[in-house]
């Protein structure tokens, strides 16, 4: 789709809150043509990224949700740490949880990189049918982290495997 088409489908959706990810939304180009207009025409803009491209082309007013690939997703040493310089406070950090090895891993990034300082919204997520829920928020509150637990609500409302929802 091209950013004209793009802006006339969250037009004709109604709202004005648009979050752009799926795949890795900055390894297109359109992206920052395309939160530009969305700003201009007053949507409050989320990009949601893998936290391995640079976040700091994107305009300040866009909210950056960055994840910060634990071990268990094989994808774990992608992040680029550069992107800790450029968020500000009402961006997000997110973890997704595979196991006790995420978790810790999880603590102990937040802790190195001083995330509490850096942003008000870190989020752990378990893996959807993978960490039982309750297991995580036990290990949370156990160790009195300052995290928000997130829930890929989406998961519970769709078919799990549903796309574009």
């Known amino acids: 789709m091209t950013v004209d088409e793009v802006m006339g489908r969250v037009r004709q959706l109604g709202g004005k809150l648009v979050e752009l990810t799926g795949g890795e939304p900055l390894l297109q180009e ?44 094989g994808e774990g040493e992608t992040f680029c740490l550069e992107n800790l310089e450029a968020l500000e406070r009402k961006d997000q950090i997110k973890f997704v949880i595979l196991d006790e090895i995420d978790y810790r891993y999880a603590g102990e990034f ?47 409302i769709w078919d799990p495997e549903a796309r574009g929802v």
Request: one cysteine or more.
């Open 110 to 156: 937040i802790k190195q990189h001083g995330l509490n300082a850096r942003v008000d919204e870190i989020i752990l997520s378990p893996v959807f049918g993978q960490l039982p829920p309750r297991q995580l928020a036990e290990w949370i509150l156990h160790d009195g982290l300052q995290v928000r637990m997130g829930m890929q609500i989406h998961k519970f």
């Open 30 to 73: 359109d992206i920052y043509p395309l939160t530009d207009r969305l700003l201009a025409e007053q949507f409050q803009v989320l990009v949601e990224t893998s936290g391995e491209r640079f976040i700091g082309r994107l305009p300040r007013a866009v909210i950056k949700i960055v994840d910060v690939k634990c071990p268990g997703s």
